[in-house]
């Protein structure tokens, strides 16, 4: 007797096994033949076959080659021109928000438009903004590469509408049938030739396509220089830097990226959003426990679980000039150390070195032979990740 009850657990029997034969095929297994056979004359030959395993294709690799891309694709996008169209000069006190690899891009913003308004910004997770209260704040930045992260629109859920902007490669009338928000408030960088998504875990363009839109805000104001040659002149540059490095010092690195090794990163001044973003991919590749300090703060003690921690690995973050204490601290992390130092100060450092942060995870992703933006997690992982509801 086919009923209802009959199909419903028919249709869930069958979810069941499709998602057993995607995690062992992939949702593209038909493109190609699972199975390698043999022809045997005047022999049947269906029971004797091989699984034929599919190609594993880095997804870093595939994020990283077509970084340079998607970033130019974004800053000429009328996202861009939406942008300019906000008054900030009239704001007083601005709050961005971003999870997960979106926060990184979030920080960067809210940074440069300080620097460039000199109005009161502050960047933090969803669940922080969800506990304060937020009666004086007049505009609420969203960063979420989808467009509807959950988290997000809880967290500013009591906001007025008008109030807030995203910036998002989401699709413009899905965010805004969501959200009930106004296209005019919708600053996507999603284009027709630029539709395509990053998959995997790790967020590269999702970091730094939404700070390039506020970074061209500061070239229109403050540099004579091109936009476009600054970006790829920074990719080049560090895509070669630790190209060069990794191969250079590839037997000392092996040594410290070991596993259980402790990952430090050393971050301040114009070099936070890079040491947000280099810590959220160590931790979300599931390769190494990682601290970050800041620098300063360090001296407050934190030098003591340094010292009694084995197998110190340090990454330090530095704008291109060098403060007195600086220099004392460089002395004392010693060889311990891999200097990251850009050839730009202020706002073009923050940047610059955020592009730096992608090649980074990228390198340790190759010295180890892994692909980062794919680890393995529980399934229960799941339960948290997919959480939709209160924060």
Known sequence: IIDYKFIDSTFEKATKLTKKAVKKFGARGHIQNLYKTKKVKDACTCSKFDISLRKQIKRCNININNLETRIINAINSSAYDKLTKIDFESLNNSIFVGTGGSFAGAKFSSKL????????????????????????????????????????????????????????????????????????????????????????????????????????????????????????????????????????????????????????????????????????KIIESGIYDCLIHEKKNFSHGRFINYENLDNNFSVYFKQKSTTEYEKELLKYLDTNCILIESKYDGILAEFDLLIASQFIIYYIGKVLDIDVSKPKYSDNAMNIYFYKGDL
């Open 113 to 280: 438009i300080n620097h460039l308004y000199g109005i009161n910004t502050m960047a933090l997770y969803p669940r922080d903004l969800y506990y304060r209260n937020n009666n004086s704040v007049d505009s609420v930045f969203l960063f979420t590469y989808s467009g509807t992260t959950n988290d997000l629109l809880v967290s500013t859920s009591l906001i007025d509408n008008d109030n807030k902007y995203i910036i998002t490669k989401g699709e413009l009338q899905k965010v805004v049938t969501k959200i009930g928000i106004s296209k005019n408030n919708v600053i996507s960088y999603r284009t027709g030739t630029n539709k395509g998504k990053e998959r995997g875990f790790l967020s590269f363009e999702g970091a730094l396509a939404p700070a390039s839109l506020f970074l061209k805000l500061y070239f229109e104001r403050k540099s004579k220089n091109n936009i476009e040659e600054f970006i790829r002149d920074s990719i080049n540059y560090w895509k070669n830097y630790f190209g060069k490095y990794f191969k250079e010092n590839k037997k000392m690195l092996k040594e410290f990226l070991k596993e259980g090794n402790s990952f430090n990163i050393f971050t301040g001044d114009f070099t936070e959003s890079a040491g947000s973003d280099l810590e959220s």
